[in-house]
């Protein structure tokens, strides 16, 4: 499945998670990173160029951001008006970037004249100075607070990831941009296949009163059969039949027959060995 198979749902998770992860970083970050093309500016050179009056007119730190960082640091960016190199006119003057980042969430001014309790910061030094000074003026970026830009940019993904996206795709899919989807198979054809003739039901009996007579009949008749052969007489057991035989003698004619010259002997079984016959005398 590709990411046109995605559902609408499925990229608003994608989008949430992306922008959770973005708004960490950002938060991670935004401590070490620093603006682009900025030069740093020490706080005893940003507090004395504050408090001198405007140059033609012109403030010496203009557009001045106080920008929110994790650990409650803060990083202030300003447009500072320099004088331009190899500029032939002496009063040239033109504004350049410049910042400088805190290094705890309290601020001591190193300039005299300013409260200092536990809970001063960058900010109430910038509020004390616009009130002393009419060309102090300062702006908070309340959207860079760490947890606030966090769901910022967990709803601008939502948004854009699960809003806009998907109804792009599904445009460019309609256009025909996507990969050609795979044929889809043909469906297995089942009605080739017969099944087998239902088995004949078999015929249940037209009437139930019909079967109960049968069973009637045929206990009776089992009853009448009982009844007959009680009836009939034991029959006598037949006498013994006599033997009729003499005496039974011993068999004769076994000398006869030479079996009193046999000699049975042997190891494993007895073997039948004829006697030697008498060798005649000689006569002296």
């Known amino acids: 499945m590709g990411i046109e198979g995605l559902r609408r749902w499925q990229w608003v998770v994608i989008g949430l998670v992306l922008g959770i992860s973005l708004g960490y970083a950002r938060n991670r970050l935004g401590n070490s990173i620093g603006s682009v093309g900025a030069r740093n500016l020490g706080p005893e050179r940003f507090q004395a160029e504050l408090a001198q009056p405007p140059f033609e007119g012109k403030p010496i ?10 650990g409650g640091l803060y990083r202030v960016t300003m447009q500072r008006l320099v004088q331009p190199l190899n500029a032939r006119d ?3 003057r033109v504004y350049q970037p410049w910042e400088w980042q805190t290094h705890g969430p ?3 001014p190193a300039i005299a004249g300013g409260a200092n309790p536990r809970t001063y910061t960058v900010r109430s030094y910038l509020d004390e100075m616009s009130r002393r000074h009419g060309w102090v003026k300062y702006r908070y970026a309340w959207w860079g607070e760490p947890r606030l830009a966090m769901g910022l940019w967990a709803l601008g993904s939502v948004v854009v990831v699960g809003g ?7 445009l460019l899919v309609g256009a025909g941009y996507s990969r050609p989807r795979p044929a889809p198979e043909p469906e297995y054809d089942l009605s080739r296949f017969k099944g087998e003739p239902p088995l004949a039901a078999v015929a249940a009996p037209a009437d139930d009163s019909r079967l109960a007579e049968l069973e ?3 206990l009776s008749d089992l009853e009448t059969d009982e009844a007959d052969r009680r009836k009939e007489p034991p029959a006598r057991p037949k006498d013994p039949s006599k033997l009729t035989g003499g005496p039974l003698s011993p068999a004769q004619g076994g000398a006869a027959n030479g079996e009193s010259s046999k000699k049975f002997d042997g ?3 007895p073997v039948a060995r004829s006697a030697p016959s008498p060798k005649p005398k000689k006569a002296c």
């Open 61 to 70: 730190l203009a557009n001045i951001v106080v920008h929110p960082l994790d």
């Open 90 to 92: 002496p009063n040239a």
């Open 106 to 108: 309290t601020f001591k």
């Open 164 to 170: 806009i996206w998907p109804t792009v795709l599904n």
């Open 216 to 218: 009637a009949k045929l």
């Open 267 to 269: 190891e494993f079984y």
